[in-house]
């Protein structure tokens, strides 16, 4: 059974920094892009950042680029977020997904897995 766990979501001050992990499981990942999103309860889930599968291409929201940026770890199953200068507008349930082909994408419809979420909460 393929599982997608998230961790290292918390609470922190604006301008603080955070970094989410991704593990895969019940399958190799390596070939997959892999994908980022969030969603404030009550709208929309919006795509935050993707990863083709070798870690060579990778796209961001305008609102996050210069601040977070997204890495596979060595291990062929981790993908990472890391999130600085946050600000209180990114505050959300934060999202990982997986693409069996292998190509970025910030359509969340392409995504075939996704773990259950991770809180970010931003204080001004």
Known sequence: QVQLV???G???QAGGSLRLSCAASGRTFSNYAMGWF???QGEEREPVAA???NGSHTRYAESVKGRFTISRGNGVNTVYLQMNSLKS???AVYYCAGRRLGTVT???EEYEYWGQGTQVTVSS
């Open 10 to 12: 918390g609470l922190v």
């Open 89 to 91: 507008e990114d505050t």
């Open 6 to 8: 998230e961790s290292g």
């Open 106 to 108: 910030a359509e969340a």
């Open 38 to 40: 969030r969603q404030v």
């Open 51 to 53: 990863i083709n599968w």
